[in-house]
């Protein structure tokens, strides 16, 4: 007669106090670690949104200032939009603005770039670590004019140790996701330091009016 297997017993064994416990914390560990990953998750997405500029109705070209902003006899003498490698700066949103004064050199001519960049932490990277970085001169100590509407701005002026006839001022700004800056030769008789600074004001009122930003900030 055929002898058949016996069936196959379950081993149990007693869990020991420690192991006991274990398992006991496993389901709070397991709950844990879940909502710290969803809560780093949604710190991720939240940081990812606040930063994220919101969607404009313009270009970098409407924030360019006009003639109006410059003293009397000055012309408008480029407008375009920047192409990459244009600069260092140029973003796929930049454009850039040139004056020059009836008679005078294109060389000597004022002008005005404006970058978007991606989000308002980059521009803020972009400004610190590099823009600042071309502020080579010294602030002047006539300058009194400082803005209550950009997160920064920078003034300074530069001579080339006396080997040119002009010193050459930039000024520079950031707006949210916006970096500014503008150049001029003060040209004597032609325009000033009480002239770039209207010019200042007058980029900070239009730039002020395009991003609802507060006068009174």
């Known amino acids: 007669m055929e002898s ?25 560990l397991i709950r844990k670690c879940v909502l710290a990953t969803f809560a780093g998750v949604l710190l991720f997405v939240c940081a990812s949104c606040e930063d994220s500029p919101p969607k404009r109705s313009f270009s970098t ?13 000055w012309q408008e003498d480029v407008r375009r939009r920047l192409e990459e490698g244009d600069d260092y700066f140029t973003t796929d949103d930049s454009a850039w603005v040139a004056f020059i004064a009836e008679g005078e050199n294109t060389f000597l001519a004022t002008q005005q770039s404006v970058y978007r960049y991606p989000s308002s932490s980059k521009a803020r990277s972009i400004y610190e670590d590099s823009v600042l ?62 002239d770039l600074e209207r010019i200042a004001e007058a980029v900070d009122l239009k730039m002020a009016d395009y991003l609802d930003i507060n006068v009174q900030k």
């Open 133 to 194: 970085l071309e502020h080579v001169g010294n602030l002047p100590a006539e300058w009194t004019y400082q803005s209550l509407i950009a997160d920064e701005s920078d003034i300074d002026c530069y001579d080339y140790e006396g080997r040119v006839e002009y010193p050459i001022c930039t000024w520079t700004a950031r707006y949210e996701e916006y970096v500014v800056i503008v150049r001029s030769w003060l040209i004597t008789d032609r325009i000033s330091l009480c």
């Open 4 to 28: 058949r297997p016996e069936p196959m017993r379950m081993i149990t064994k007693t869990p020991t106090e420690r192991e006991a416990r274990i398992l006991l914390r496993k389901p709070n």
């Open 61 to 73: 070209l409407d924030l360019l200032m006009d003639v109006s902003a410059m003293p009397s006899g």
